[in-house]
């Protein structure tokens, strides 16, 4: 638990240009597709299947003239510093957690924090798979914990994973590991950390847990200058078995019980992944809302992304308790604990 007073934003975000639909999916699958109709059928079928496993439908690519996918999280950072009355002097670290990057070096975050007018910040990034936004959470904060020069953090991200994704399939076999690049969606994302609550909307941040377990790092990669490739059964595996543990450990620490808790923000890898969160926890799908549909799986930016939505439905309200989960390759598990205030 956090011994010093940490509050998290209401989040900002932004979804890429162009909307895509499962036609649209299937249409480039059939337009890289060189065997003959039956196995191709049998292809669109399983896809057809994972769409419906996972609740997928709409989905957002590319960038708006004159843009860069980095301009997806630098301008959720000016519409929250306008929000909430923070200038540039006043950030004191920029911690960026996407997979995305133009360059591997300087850090991202160099450029983040340039564009944004800062002249003198601590700036690194934090790359963790589908974890890194709620891990440069989980980081920032516990610097805050030790260096009391750090008073307000800017965490972001941005993730497009079109150029990664593998449209080039051949037989259903490779659907194994290639489906679930299918349902990838692409946007940014940003919030403060602060040592005040903030007036315009945001949590008091509890506790935060990460637990990785290694030797499953090969059931999930996206190798440099390679496709995406995902053994989704053995992910959804370990999944099931360790989250809802992950999360009963939390609960247990802050003294709350599982129905205490209003809301189960999770990874938005499909819902049925969330359906078998929420059964095995005893809960209502009420308190896990599900954001798949609208945006895909949208890599280190669900957890944002869902945040954002229950904010807007107008759901959240003072007081509530929330969790907020997510996997990554790796296996590698975030969980924050927070109370709206």
């Known amino acids: 638990m956090f011994k010093q007073d940490i509050y998290i934003s209401s989040p900002e975000i932004r979804t890429a240009e162009r909307k895509m639909s499962n036609d649209d999916i299937f249409e480039l699958v059939k337009k890289n597709y060189t065997g003959d109709k039956r196995e191709l059928k049998n292809i669109l079928q399983g896809i057809k299947m994972i769409f419906r496993y996972c609740d997928s439908n709409t989905r957002y690519f590319g960038t708006a003239e004159n843009k860069k996918p980095l ?11 306008k929000k909430h009355n923070i200038f540039p002097q006043d950030i004191d670290l920029v911690v960026y957690g996407g997979i995305f ?10 450029e983040v924090a340039a564009k944004l007018g800062v002249q003198k910040v601590h700036a690194f990034d934090v790359t963790s798979a589908c974890s890194g936004f709620l891990q440069s959470t989980y980081v920032a904060a516990t610097l805050m914990q030790n260096d009391p020069t750090i008073n307000t953090a800017l965490i972001c991200a941005v993730d497009f994973p079109e150029v990664a994704i593998d449209y080039d399939i051949q037989s259903f076999d490779e659907l194994a590991t290639k489906a679930a690049g299918l349902t990838l969606g692409s946007g940014g994302a940003a919030w403060f950390l602060q040592r005040k609550p ?5 949590a008091k941040l509890l506790t935060a847990r990460n637990v990785s377990l290694p030797q499953n790092y090969e059931i999930c990669q996206t190798p440099v200058f390679g496709k995406f490739r995902s053994q989704n059964r053995e992910l959804f595996e370990l999944g099931r078995k360790h989250v809802p543990a992950l999360i009963r450990e939390i609960t247990s620490d802050l003294g709350w019980k599982i129905e205490d808790v209003d809301y189960f923000v999770s990874h938005q890898a499909g ?18 809302p599900v954001t798949h549909n609208l945006y895909g799986n949208t ?18 309200k003072k007081g509530n308790k929330i969790i907020m989960t997510t996997v990554a390759a ?8 927070v109370e709206w205030s």
Not at 198 to 202: R, S, V
Not at 299 to 316: A, H, R, S, Y
């Open 101 to 110: 990057r133009e360059y591997f070096e300087p850090a991202t975050a160099m």
């Open 198 to 202: 903030f007036q315009n909307g945001g």
């Open 330 to 337: 790796g296996f590698t598990m975030v969980a924050l604990a």
């Open 71 to 81: 301009d997806y999280c630098i301008d959720p950072a000016l519409s929250l510093m």
């Open 271 to 288: 819902k049925k992944i969330i359906t078998e969160l929420v059964n095995d926890l005893g809960v209502s799908m009420k308190k896990a």
């Open 299 to 316: 890599v280190n930016i669900t957890i944002p992304m869902t945040m954002d939505f229950l904010v807007k439905e107008g759901n959240v």
